[in-house]
């Protein structure tokens, strides 16, 4: 399959093409800085354009799929979507933010119409969780013969945020309502901080807090539960104040000046996890499917750094791709299947019932 990777010299690009070659692929890359596309390309021997992500059209005649890896994505994913549904390419990206879903998700019926499959998130955002959240629903529907009502998904990770992370997050703080969750199939806000609760990732416990993730529209779609909360994993210093950093935060990045500037500085100071943190650390998820009755299944997950499932997780999905030709705006579970997760090395994934 002929792909090109946008967004390559990126912290995360730059793994992704590593993982890439290991495998023996040849995407193309490309991305803004022609100069360190082009010494990126000649290292790896491989092909490069380079293009501002605002003038995509045109640029994947030929190709088959784009991985994006440049955010934030809310700027980037509607020109890249946009030229996939031109040239009839499939679409991969590693946001989490949810703006992205929703447009990409809007965008099913075009999708199918051209016989492409538009898979955002699919890197640790959000292939783990999407996954676990199908396996749990399947596995509540053949205990129970019917489906389950309500979803608890929560993440917990022992590594470090890259700067490209950091951006995105600042990004997403101009959006109002954080801690969010699913109600009756509607996105409802709630108190930052709120929904604090303990839960077993099954070798510890850890406090975790509602955050708004992605997976309230990504496993709504993929199992069709419409009560959703997620959760992550929050030191207690830091949920101690989030309840009154948040609402600050929310005004001041809403201010474009101070967002950019917030951002320029997190470029230039934050460079992501080194490789033996890569190497060494572990990602856990959780997630209960569970109904009115009190009926419930758990279903929990280990494995590895979440840069290094992201690099693994996209050049396994181009993989998956030429192999099961999804079609429609999916979410990784469905383009790639429930147990895609399985996939990544030194991973188990464990059912205990309620």
Known sequence: MRWMLYGCTGYTGGLIVEAAVRKGMKPVLAGRNARAVK???AKYGLEWQSFEVRDFSGRLNGFEALA???GPFVHTSSSAVAECLRAGAHYLDITGEMPVFAAVYGQDARARDKGVAL????GFDIVPSDCLAVYAT???HSLYASRPTHLEIAVYTDGTLSGGTLKTMLEMLAVKGGGSQVKNGKIIASPPGSRVKQISFGKFERTVTGVPLADLLAAQKSTGVN???????VPPKILAQMKWMRPLMESVMGMGVFRKAAQALVKAAVHGPNEHTRQNARTYLYVKAYDDAGRSFEARLESIEAYRM???????????LAERRPVGALTPAQAFGTDFILRMPDTRRYPERA
């Open 39 to 41: 010494a990126l390309a």
């Open 227 to 233: 009560n959703i909360e997620t959760f992550a994993a």
């Open 310 to 320: 992201t690099a693994l997780c996209v050049v396994e999905g181009i993989e998956a």
């Open 68 to 70: 994006l890896s440049a």
């Open 119 to 122: 898979v955002p998130g699919a």
């Open 138 to 140: 399947e596995n509540f």
